[in-house]
């Protein structure tokens, strides 16, 4: 079992309270969320780029397939940008959703892909790579920065503060992946490849964390607001010392699994015995074996909300794995995603499997 930190952590859910949150539940089943048209987070919420049209068309198909969550990445320069406007294009997203019967966890801040966000304009993605645009929030250089502090509390608390009791939002997703370092290496060629693994491979094991104090004063600044909604984090990788913070800090229990389905029910075993809710914030990557057929039943039986990776092919490339090289044609089977821009299955049978299991029989329509 993965112990939890040692000691309460001040103002962290009693069981107690987090069992009775999850009673009051439906099965959650949803996706991470990122518009076809949107490279990254910067793209989905500045205000030049802010879609609504297509983030209310596709979550209307996430509707049809019976989801009644989604997760969406948030980012702290464009909050930084223009503060009210981008709390005014957070409110308009929750709204969508919440039309469609869907509530939404935002993500506040992550460590995956380049570490040096910039407002403004996004590149075009580079063709064939997963992610090619993906931004961290802050990014290393801010997170460390005590000059950054104020800015990022400020962050963190105008948006909780914004929707604290609002019950639009499911929960707040603090920090996504904290210490994952590896995922820009992973698409070069294998001799670049290697030494920058062995580097984040370093930074995550062997040496301090660096984004961990960050991840620590985020659950502290969001839990002065008193948030109604849980608070928490995923884990995300076997790392014990880390695992234990991650689990400790938050109210729900969350993780992340792309594993085949033995290793997917013995991380449920595992995490069951902390008696507090579970939320898998992502799965199903086909090519890793982790797939709706075989996961959705079991999330179901065990009482598990899931939100796969990914429902609309886009800009974010997510079709191709972490480990394409750039300029791939389509891959005959895709790593992430579940739907084509004109609405259309990349597999049918697929489809019906996700909305057996949420009970929705609705065509997906444009």
Known sequence: MLR?????????????RAAAWGRAQPWIAGCSF??????????????????????????????????NAVRVFLHDLAWRADPAGFLGRLDRFLSAAARLGIRTMPVLFDDCWHPNPAPGPQADPV?????????????????????????????????????????RVLAWD????????????????????????AVAAIRLYLEPIPTRPLLR???????????SQPLTTSVWIDHA???????????????????????????IRELHQHGRPLLCTEFMARTSGSRF??????????????????????????????????????PAVWFHDILRPDSTAFDDEEVEAIRRETRVDAP???
Not at 34 to 55: C, G, K, R, Y
Not at 134 to 150: I, Y
Not at 177 to 182: P, S, T, Y
Request: aromatic share 8%.
């Open 4 to 16: 939890a930190v040692d000691g309460p952590v001040p103002g962290r859910w009693p069981r107690e």
């Open 34 to 67: 990122v518009p076809s048209t949107a490279v990254n987070q910067l793209e989905m919420w500045q205000a030049d780029t802010f879609d609504l049209p297509t983030i209310g068309r596709e979550l209307s198909w996430a509707a049809g397939l019976g989801m």
């Open 217 to 227: 004063r985020a659950f502290a600044w969001a839990r002065e607001v008193e948030p």
């Open 293 to 330: 057929q075989t996961h959705l039943p079991v999330f179901k039986r065990e009482g598990v909300g899931c939100l796969c990776w990914g429902l609309v092919s886009g800009k974010t490339q997510t079709i191709w794995s972490w480990k394409d090289r750039a300029g791939g044609d389509e």
């Open 174 to 197: 603090l920090y996504n992946e904290v210490g994952n370092f590896f995922l820009p290496a992973m698409s070069l060629p294998p001799l670049r490849m290697a030494p920058r693994l």
């Open 127 to 167: 063709p064939g790579v997963h992610n090619s645009r993906w931004v961290q929030s802050p990014g290393v250089k801010a997170a460390v920065d005590p000059a950054c502090e104020d800015r990022l509390r400020g962050y963190v608390q105008d948006v909780i503060a914004a929707h604290r009791s609002d019950d």
């Open 241 to 267: 010392r880390l695992n234990r913070e991650l689990v400790g800090l938050s109210d729900i229990v969350s993780f992340h699994d792309y594993h085949p389905l033995p290793d997917l029910e013995a991380r």
């Open 364 to 366: 997906v329509r444009p």
